[in-house]
């Protein structure tokens, strides 16, 4: 049902989470937040390097080495998954699984969180063989089904700990509301998983036409690919995978590192928590991504080992019942113009922006342009 919250998941942050038809789910300031207080902490539920950058990015920490050095340990039947060094890749290739976990609880969030990793990359690790056959030069579109597999990965795992584990219920809320990191304070960051990413919205109605062409021109292949790794229900159709998709495009971070001053892309993410920040283009809150890694003698710490941790961080202080918000364009020092970031949002995110920078700049624009047709008019006279 449209209008569920899943409110008592954030009690630990000082959020909840409303819903309006116009707005959708939004988070709100449920007290006083001060300048800097960290509002939200949560875990991607899918991420995926680019190609050309996938030798640098560790599956398991989702730490990226801006150095030209390429890790060391990587999965061989794939070729897709790196890992930074040898602990996180017996995370998702445990030699033995026994002797990993033998100090650690069974109900260990570690142990829980290693054993779905490895679950997910066994199961999307043969898929990606045959993913490298896509004869198609278009990273964005690579991109995002490498997400999109991700996340069909991950409703299987739901779908089987419910059927198979006795205390399968325990266990979910264990998988999606905590992790262990040891860099991690008090509270902890949020853990997505797929139900979450059902709540996002689809646009692939709003879609250009051109767009739906590209995505159908590989219905057979795609369909092909996943259905022969098990991957779907029997009842999955081409147009729910696009829209799947569309949620993916419109709701997926870009994820950087810095080189010489500029912020280059080298993949994509999904927190479908981080969806429940509504945009403006003078935001209350920021997104704060950590996984670059600018000197290698870093990767020996474990406190670097953030796990693709996205923490949301108040831009100013906010008060009691104030709405948070993101910006969802680089407009860093705020010079975009009004109708440029209209323009790109309604391109990329398929809304008009009414936000209070938007309706006061537009204010300004029609006021100057008043102006400026009554002086044409008082010259002409």
Not at 219 to 228: G, R, T
Not at 344 to 354: A, I
Request: charged share 30%; net charge positive.
């Amino acid at each position: 049902m449209e209008n569920i919250i899943p409110s008592a998941k954030f009690n630990q942050y000082p959020v909840f989470v409303t819903y309006s038809p116009t707005k959708g789910r939004y988070f709100v300031a449920k007290r006083d937040i001060a300048l800097g207080e960290v509002v939200l902490k949560c875990l991607p539920l899918s991420t995926a390097p680019f190609d050309n950058h996938r030798k640098r990015y560790c599956h398991t920490c989702k730490i990226y080495n801006s150095s030209s050095n390429s890790f060391k340990f990587y999965c061989k039947s794939c070729d897709l998954c790196y890992f930074c060094d040898r602990e996180c890749f017996n995370q998702c290739f445990p030699i033995d699984q026994k002797i990993y976990e033998k100090n650690l609880k069974v109900n260990d969030e570690k142990v829980i969180y290693n054993k779905s990793l490895f679950l997910k990359h066994e199961l999307t690790c043969n898929i990606s063989r045959k993913f490298s056959t896509w004869n198609i030069n278009d990273k964005h579109m690579k991109s995002v089904v490498r997400l999109l597999v991700q996340i069909l990965a991950e409703r299987l795992i739901e779908k089987r700990n419910d059927l198979n584990n006795e205390n399968s219920s325990e266990l979910n809320e264990q998988t999606s509301s905590v992790f262990i990191s040891k860099n991690s304070d008090f509270p902890v960051a949020l853990k997505n998983n797929f139900q979450d990413f059902l709540l996002l919205q689809s646009h692939l109605l709003d879609w250009p036409n051109d767009i739906k062409r590209d995505w159908l021109k590989h219905e057979k292949f795609l369909m092909n690919l996943l259905k022969s790794s098990k991957l779907l229900d029997e009842d999955d159709k081409f147009d729910d995978l696009l829209h799947m998709i569309s949620k993916i495009e419109s709701n997926g971070f870009g994820v950087y590192y810095k080189c010489k001053g500029k912020s280059i892309l080298f993949g994509r993410a999904i927190y479908p928590y981080a969806s429940f920040f509504n945009h403006s283009c003078d935001a209350n809150c920021d997104a704060i991504l950590s996984t670059l890694v600018d000197d290698e003698s870093e990767l020996l710490c474990n406190d670097k080992k953030l796990h693709g941790e996205m923490n949301f961080v108040a831009l100013r202080n906010i008060l009691k019942g104030e709405e948070l918000t993101i910006s969802y364009i680089q407009d860093e020092n705020g010079l975009l113009p009004l109708q440029s970031r209209r323009q790109k949002l309604l391109s990329e995110y398929y809304f008009l922006c009414q936000c209070c920078k938007c309706i006061t700049d537009e204010k300004q624009y029609r006021k100057k342009k008043k102006n400026v047709k009554n002086r044409n008019v008082k010259l002409n006279m």
